[in-house]
Nanobody, 114 residues
Framework: QVQLVESGGGLVQPGGSLTLSCTAS????????MAWFRQAPGKGREVVAT???????FYPDSVKDRFTFYRDNAKKQVYLQMNNLKPDDTAVYYC????????WGRGTQVTVSS
């Protein structure tokens, strides 16, 4: 099993950038599917980046070409680089890991506002 802790959220102006980090403890994450989700007020949780243990990450159209997922299995860390942020990106962002079980971090707030 793994425990996940996110960091890096905050307030940023539209068009700005932010990088979120997620640090895992416990199992080696190299065999895990790692992902970032977000949940805006009054909306359901949606995936914004998914990384399998091989191949390139996947992104929905809403963030493609603006968000980039990185993973460092040796450090047990994953990152979400977010560029050209929009007010609609305002949400709590959650780190997610799954193998046979599913794990979530507690989330980090991202607010995009002028």
């Amino acid at each position: 099993q793994v425990q996940l802790v996110e960091s890096g959220g905050g307030l940023v102006q539209p068009g700005g950038s932010l990088t979120l980090s997620c640090t895992a403890s416990g199992d080696d994450i190299s065999g895990y599917v790692m992902a970032w989700f977000r949940q805006a007020p009054g909306k359901g949780r949606e995936v914004v980046a998914t990384s399998y243990s091989y191949g390139e990450p996947f992104y929905p159209d809403s963030v493609k070409d603006r968000f980039t997922f990185y993973r460092d299995n040796a450090k047990k860390q994953v990152y979400l680089q977010m560029n050209n942020l929009k007010p609609d990106d305002t949400a709590v962002y959650y780190c997610h890991a799954r193998q046979t079980d599913v794990y979530w971090g507690r989330g980090t707030q991202v607010t995009v506002s002028s």
